[in-house]
Nanobody, 121 residues
Framework: QVQLVESGGGLVQPGGSLRLSCAAS????????MGWYRQAPGKQRELVAA???????NFADSVKGRFTISRDNAKNTVYLQMNSLKPEDTAVYYC???????????????WGQGTQVTVSS
């Protein structure tokens, strides 16, 4: 129900930083939560970070202390600031938006197209 456009991916050296952006449009129902997932080759998609409408955040153990998720409600945009990047952070990163209806009915929500992050020297 929500259209998501991601940007900010690219190639970065280990120890570097990137900021991913996800702009949402077509919002009809209230958003329950937005999050970032990633999928590396040969691995399942995993939750990286999420923020709820109430401001609560959650991070994967592998990125705690290095990544930060934030939102700009006026711009309907969520960000993922990635610092101290490691080669194992290499993956396609996807933005997800979950409306209250999605949450109540067990729907997977809306997904962006994904943006590639490659950490390599």
């Amino acid at each position: 129900q929500v259209q998501l456009v991601e940007s900010g991916g690219g190639l970065v050296q280990p120890g570097g930083s990137l900021r991913l952006s996800c702009a949402a449009s077509g919002i009809i129902l209230p958003i329950h939560a937005m999050g970032w997932y990633r999928q590396a080759p040969g691995k399942q998609r995993e939750l990286v970070a999420a923020v709820t409408s109430g401001g609560s955040t959650n991070f994967a153990d592998s990125v705690k202390g290095r990544f930060t998720i934030s939102r700009d409600n006026a711009k309907n945009t969520v960000y993922l600031q990635m610092n101290s990047l490691k080669p194992e952070d290499t993956a396609v990163y996807y933005c997800n938006a979950l409306t209250g209806q999605d949450y109540n009915l067990g729907y997977p929500g809306s997904w962006g197209q994904g943006t590639q992050v490659t950490v390599s020297s």
